[in-house]
């Protein structure tokens, strides 16, 4: 099970990223550039995986950049009802996705049940620029990962 730290732990050197396994052998790994990592404890496979919604009007979910047009990261700005729709989990993350995508269910729960309202619209748009001015900011200062 990958946790919150894997990152920390390849920075740790407790972790070791790879990329092309040629073959498994008893406990070692065999790469295809020739080396072999012995004893091996696990494999992780990070198979990647690529953000696509082919059922969904792309020009609801992104903006002209085609950068993701969401408010709050869940709620698509540009639908005519964006309370009808979330798209969950659709962030990127450097830790667990999966703490942050249930508190999204839960919030997009309480908009289909109108125990809870969405902004209107200006103020969703007003916010997501405010978003990504800040998202920037900190990925810019902190972040090797976007």
Known sequence: MITDDFQDRIAQGQLTPVADVEEFETSNVKLKDGSVLENVDAVIFA????????????SLIYDD???????????????????????????????????????????????????VQLPDRNAMEKDRSEERRVGKECRSRWSPYH
């Open 47 to 58: 198979t990647g995986y690529q953000n696509s919604i082919p059922f969904v009007d792309k």
């Open 65 to 115: 950049a085609g950068n993701w047009k969401l408010y709050r990261y869940a709620f698509p700005v540009r639908a005519e009802h964006p309370e009808r729709l979330a798209m969950i989990g659709m962030v990127s993350s450097q830790g667990s996705l999966w703490h942050f995508a249930e508190l999204q269910a839960r919030w997009a729960c309480q908009i289909f049940n109108n125990k």
